[in-house]
């Protein structure tokens, strides 16, 4: 299959509605999902058996996670007196209720517990993360539109 099929199939299930559909054959993998937002199409190419790519490919990925919670760690000891709030759950973390809405907050803006501090997309739901604490946002840690882990912190929070 050649790139041309490719866009082909990605615009046929564009214009029929579908929202996703998956299509395996021998050496490739296509996923197209469509979403309110943007079309999302995921190809998969299959190794050839003699092909030893894959482990090499996911080795700059496993460097990649060990750097980034390695970053938090000494700003929170420097920022001892701030609190952390962390992620709840695994996701993609929002600033934004929808991509045409202001922001939930910005940092040196004054929060109370219960305000909502940004949503986590997880599996097609998007949960909203409320303050446990009132405070004043010092940083916040996490990029727009960006995978979090559990427990990952999120947000800087002045509680004085």
Known sequence: MDIKE??????????????????EMDDIKITI????????????QVPAPQLAAQPVATAPVEATAPAAPAAPAPAATEDSKYITIKSPIIGTFYRKPAPDKPLFVEVGQTIAAGDVLCVIEAMKLFNEIESEVSGKIVKILVDDSSPVEFDQPLFLVDPS
Do not use: P, R, W, Y
């Open 33 to 44: 999902k469509t979403g309110s937002e943007s079309d999302t199409t995921i190809v998969h």
């Open 6 to 23: 490719i866009q082909n199939l990605i615009k046929f299930v564009a214009k029929s509605g579908a929202s996703e559909v998956k299509l």
